[in-house]
């Protein structure tokens, strides 16, 4: 370019016309417009002078950012947070899931969520109800959890009169016929199919640490349908579920990118005085049952020799996931859980590295990059309304049993020790820079508001929770609400582990004696612990490939 711009220039200075020009094209004269010659010794943290002082749009306080909550006479909550763009995300969140099916059959929430968006009184199929979101260029979604259920639409603002009354149809007066739940029985069973088949063993474990944390009650309850529940689920027992838990005031219509004003009269239209297709907008009986934890060991042996992504089998693995009792999220003690699991951060031992990705966690330094033979080491925490669960999701080959067990008992003693003011620092700034980076997304704040005004009627804004964050401080002798707990003999730990073959006779909330046929290094393991703990309640899981 360079080359160009000089022989151009030698053209027009030889020329006659231009001969007596002052004109001068090269990199000198053209630098003084592109990198502000005229000011040359201002730097950029100055304003220049003479250009006038600009004028930002401001806000009185939060109010344009606080979330709004309105309860109608129904006693459902409407709430909405003002956010710019031309498209919303509104739905309606439910307080129901798997922990309420104590009375029912395991697999009606999940059976729910693979119904939504068919066929209701205004709409004849699902093509039809996706054809009217198109209009307003909408997608929806379904996805239920242990104790929520969520219905949520994404559209343009100006569609919101129309989203509103889909779904309040969809989750008021869906037909649930015969077609439909036969079609869900066969989408229900190969999920089943694709979870025992998929590489990825954690939506596995995650179940089963739940199972042994919480035999038999609330959050411990099978999340997904058991096989042979499928062909017993039928319109009738959805009907029964419905009634009691699709009650207006277990409900949040939640908004965001909306009016609120706008979306009260919508919730009002669509939602207030509605006959539900079950008949009976009144629950009749409404479990209430408070989490227990129990402790306890689940285990599954899995054959994965035949399944394979390409050429290469997939390793032989031993998963475990051991795990301890925590806090609900409505107690202080959440924020000090939040920072220890950032703080124990991990992944997979081939994880790329990189600003932000937690390489210097306690499980990626202390375990994947002092033991070769890790393949992952993963920190985990759960927490609902009333009770809460930390986990450690662990993988190694099944010679490594032993050792891996060890280790990750080790981190767990650790936990309850002190804590570097760098580390905390760190695990502080990087929740608080997580939480920011989730809530620039449209959806995760519709969800955040319809979670939180679901549990506490109020929402808590990021810069108060930042806040909390910010303000929290363990001290030199570590995380005292966290030492506390564990102290109290809450901690959840495997004693003894193989990789196959294993048979397990568990105490009630004692020391848990295994016996192993197939590895004899996991029989070590129970003595090194006992050593540490003196019978604390335990809770682990066990997956052998």
Not at 260 to 278: F, I, R, S, T
Not at 327 to 339: M, Q, Y
């Amino acid at each position: 370019m360079a080359a160009v711009v000089l022989v151009a220039t030698r053209l027009l200075r030889g020329s006659g016309c231009w001969s007596g020009s002052r004109l001068r094209f090269g990199p000198s004269a053209y630098r003084r417009f592109s990198s502000g010659g005229a000011y040359p010794n201002i730097p950029l943290s100055s304003p220049l002078p003479g250009v006038p002082k600009p004028v930002f749009a401001s806000v009185d306080g939060q109010e344009k950012f606080e979330t709004k909550v309105t309860t109608l006479d129904n006693g459902l909550h409407v709430a909405s947070q003002n956010k710019f763009g031309q498209f919303c995300t509104v739905g309606i969140l439910i307080n129901s899931g798997s922990r309420y099916e104590a009375k029912y059959l395991s697999g009606i929430a999940h059976f729910l969520e693979k119904l939504a968006f068919s066929s209701t009184a205004r709409f004849d199929s699902k093509d039809e109800i996706l054809l009217t979101l198109e209009k307003h260029g909408g997608i929806c979604d379904c996805q239920t959890s242990r104790d929520t259920t969520m219905y949520a639409v994404s559209a343009d603002s100006k569609g919101l009169d129309t989203v509103v009354g889909l779904l309040a149809d969809v989750v008021l007066q869906p037909r649930l016929t015969d077609e439909e739940v036969e079609m869900t029985r066969m989408a229900v069973q190969f999920e089943l199919e694709d979870l025992n088949l998929r590489p990825d063993p954690e939506p596995l474990l995650t179940e089963m640490i739940h199972e042994a944390a919480y035999r038999e009650n609330t959050v411990g309850l099978h999340r997904f349908c058991p096989t042979e529940n499928i062909a017993k689920i039928n319109r009738e027992v959805l009907h029964s579920y419905l009634r009691n838990y699709y009650t207006p005031d277990r409900m949040v219509l939640a908004g965001v990118g909306v009016e609120h004003e706008h979306l009260v009269d919508c919730a009002q239209k669509y939602l207030l005085g509605v006959q539900p297709a079950w008949g009976s907008a009144e629950a009749v009986d409404v479990d209430r049952s408070v989490a227990q934890y129990t402790g306890g060991i689940a285990k599954l042996e899995r054959d994965m020799s035949n399944v394979s992504l390409g050429p290469t089998p997939i390793p032989e693995l031993t998963h475990i996931m051991v795990g301890l009792e925590s806090c609900s999220f409505l107690e202080e003690d959440f924020i000090p859980f939040a920072v220890l699991n950032m703080m124990m951060g991990g992944g997979g031992s081939f994880s790329a590295g990189g600003p932000g990705k937690g390489m210097f966690s306690r499980l990626y330094l202390n375990v994947l990059n002092r033991h070769h033979w890790m393949y992952n080491a993963t920190s985990y925490h759960h927490s609902y309304e009333d009770t809460g669960l930390l986990c450690i999701h662990a993988s190694a080959d099944p010679r490594q049993v032993r050792e891996m067990v060890e280790i990750i008992t080790k981190e767990f003693i650790l936990m309850g020790g002190t804590v570097d003011t760098v580390e905390l620092e760190r695990a502080k700034t990087q929740l608080t820079s997580m939480l920011m980076m989730n809530l620039e997304s449209r959806p995760v704040i519709f969800e955040d508001v319809g979670r939180q005004v679901l549990a506490t009627r109020s929402r808590k804004l990021p810069h108060e929770l930042c806040t909390l964050i910010r303000e929290y401080c363990g001290g030199s002798e570590g995380l005292p609400q966290v030492s506390a707990r564990l102290r109290g003999g809450r901690l959840a730990l495997p004693q003894a582990m193989g990789a196959r073959g294993v048979s397990v006779t568990p105490g009630s909330r004692g020391l848990h004696q295994l016996s192993s046929a197939g590895v004899a290094e996991g029989r070590a393991v129970g003595s090194q612990i006992w050593s540490h703990f003196l019978a604390p309640p335990c809770t682990c899981c066990h997956l052998g490939r």
